[in-house]
């Protein structure tokens, strides 16, 4: 599916979705951030999609942040719309059953690394750099950035970031645990794709109720938090996947799950 600063395409049960501005760094203007919640609608409801690797069109830039030029120009009222569009669009990565994986194949600064912090994990290119330069523009995160960068490194080392707006690269992100793993540019979309590959094969229900789990428990007090793994734990009991993972695990075969 193409359409003006976006395209995706799929193949057995995963989805690449790219933005594609690539002449300005794939930087999130209003069109692109609409035409990204429609696939991200579009993608929620194809039941032939289980997992979403999101990445940069071009060997730049995953998303260099939210459009400068045209944020400059922006009235009050506007930016509270540009604001809601880009929280809705993390809400909905948030809330999406299926895993989706950022593959960052160069900067992802400002709204782009808050919109890579927002996937399930992150996949990173030799080369890659992340930022937050909101506060040499004058402004700060705002799609999350600050609340999320402290929960996953640690408030000290968000605050240099956050009020340095300095880049940092993808080894030093691995090292921090931003990301998961960096690869060579050249092999980033076929080891993110492998990685989603592997996903797919498992039981799909069970991958969507982690995902719940892990994302609902860490705001949560964890007696709370591990009483809410029990239930989803218990509910798989209800599936069909369940029976036939431990059904093929007796049997000495492979698993065929339905996802149901
Ligand atoms: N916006 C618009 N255009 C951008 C851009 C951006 N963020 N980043 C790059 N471009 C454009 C450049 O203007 C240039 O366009 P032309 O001049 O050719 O038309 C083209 O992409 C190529 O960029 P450069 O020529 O600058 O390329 P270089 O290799 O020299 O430098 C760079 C690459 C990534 C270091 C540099 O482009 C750069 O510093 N870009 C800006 C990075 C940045 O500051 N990003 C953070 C933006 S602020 C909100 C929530 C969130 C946000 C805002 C509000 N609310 C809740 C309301 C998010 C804010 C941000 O992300």
């Known amino acids: 599916?193409?359409?003006?600063?976006?395209?995706?395409?799929?193949?057995?049960?995963?989805?690449?979705?790219?933005?594609?501005?690539?002449?300005?760094?794939?930087?999130?203007?209003?069109?692109?951030?609409?035409?990204?919640?429609?696939?991200?609608?579009?993608?929620?409801?194809?039941?032939?999609?289980?997992?979403?690797?999101?990445?940069?069109?071009?060997?730049?830039?995953?998303?260099?942040?939210?459009?400068?030029?045209?944020?400059?120009?922006?009235?009050?009222?506007?930016?509270?719309?540009?604001?809601?569009?880009?929280q809705k669009i993390l809400a909905q990565i948030a809330g999406l059953s299926k895993p989706v994986i950022a593959a960052v194949n160069g900067y992802a600064l400002g709204g782009g690394f808050e919109l890579a912090l927002a996937c399930d994990f992150i996949y990173a290119a030799e080369?890659?750099?992340?930022?937050?330069?909101?506060?040499?523009?004058?402004?700060?995160?705002?799609?999350?950035?600050?609340?999320?960068?402290?929960?996953?490194?640690?408030?000290?080392?968000?605050?240099?970031?956050?009020?340095?707006?300095?880049?940092?690269?993808?080894?030093?992100?691995?090292?921090?645990?931003?990301?998961?793993?960096?690869v060579p540019a050249v092999d980033l979309l076929e080891a993110t794709l492998q990685t989603a590959d592997t996903i797919v094969a498992n039981g799909g229900v069970g991958v969507a109720m982690a995902k719940e789990a892990i994302g609902k428990g860490l705001d949560m007090p964890l007696a709370e938090a591990l009483a809410f793994e029990g239930n989803l734990f218990a509910l798989l009991f209800s599936t069909e996947d369940q029976k036939e993972g431990m059904r093929a695990f007796i049997g000495k075969r492979p698993a065929v799950f339905l996802h149901k």
């Open 127 to 182: 080369g890659a750099k992340f930022g937050f330069p909101e506060t040499t523009l004058g402004i700060m995160p705002g799609f999350g950035g600050t609340q999320k960068l402290s929960r996953l490194v640690g408030a000290n080392i968000a605050r240099e970031l956050i009020f340095t707006g300095k880049m940092i690269d993808a080894e030093r992100a691995a090292t921090l645990g931003i990301v998961n793993r960096v």
């Open 1 to 86: 599916m193409h359409l003006k600063n976006l395209n995706w395409t799929k193949k057995e049960g995963v989805a690449l979705l790219l933005i594609d501005r690539s002449q300005q760094l794939n930087a999130l203007n209003r069109n692109t951030l609409a035409e990204l919640e429609s696939a991200l609608c579009a993608l929620a409801q194809d039941d032939a999609v289980r997992v979403i690797v999101l990445s940069g069109a071009g060997d730049k830039a995953f998303v260099a942040g939210a459009d400068i030029k045209e944020m400059a120009g922006l009235d009050p009222l506007a930016a509270a719309a540009f604001a809601r569009q880009g």
